[in-house]
């Protein structure tokens, strides 16, 4: 069976485990949460993923440094990202011609709604429940 790959970037440790837990509960999801965005970044260079969420208050680079980074890199180019929230970003987002956002707090039905939603479309890296390396 082929899992989604879906990383998590929420500096909140209480609300990323929520969410990686809620996320692996799904059997066709695998969910990765890390604090921060070099360990955002460091993930995504070892491991191909078909969703990343992704809060934009982040300790060293927010979200949106690493949404710019992850949109310059061929191999996470045209992954989808959705942006998780407090804020208003509207202008932000436009700029950067973000399509999917969800505004905190979220209830997790929609916010597994909306994963689902921008999961549509796509492969799963995620092989016989072991992650594929970045390339292959």
């Given at each position: 069976m082929e899992q989604r790959?879906?990383?998590?970037?929420?500096?909140?440790a209480p609300i990323a485990e929520i969410?990686?837990?809620?996320?692996?509960?799904?059997?066709d999801y695998q969910a990765t949460?890390?604090?921060?965005?070099?360990d955002a970044l460091a993930f995504v260079a070892e491991v191909s993923v078909d969703l990343v969420l992704l809060d934009i208050n982040l300790p060293g680079l927010d979200g949106f440094a690493i949404h710019d980074l992850l949109r310059g890199r061929p191999e996470t180019a045209a992954v989808p990202i959705l942006f998780m929230t407090a804020g208003v970003h509207e202008a932000?987002?436009?700029?950067?011609?973000?399509?999917?956002?969800?505004k905190?707090?979220?209830?997790?039905?929609?916010?597994?709604?909306?994963?689902?939603?921008?999961?549509d479309g796509g492969g799963?890296?995620?092989?016989?429940?072991?992650?594929?390396?970045v390339g292959r």
């Open positions: 790959a879906i990383l998590v970037v929420e500096d909140t969410i990686e837990t809620v996320l692996n509960d799904i059997p949460a890390v604090t921060n965005g070099a932000e987002f436009a700029r950067r011609h973000v399509r999917g956002h969800i905190k707090p979220f209830d997790l039905d929609d916010l597994l709604a909306r994963v689902a939603s921008a999961l799963g890296p995620v092989r016989d429940g072991q992650l594929v390396p």
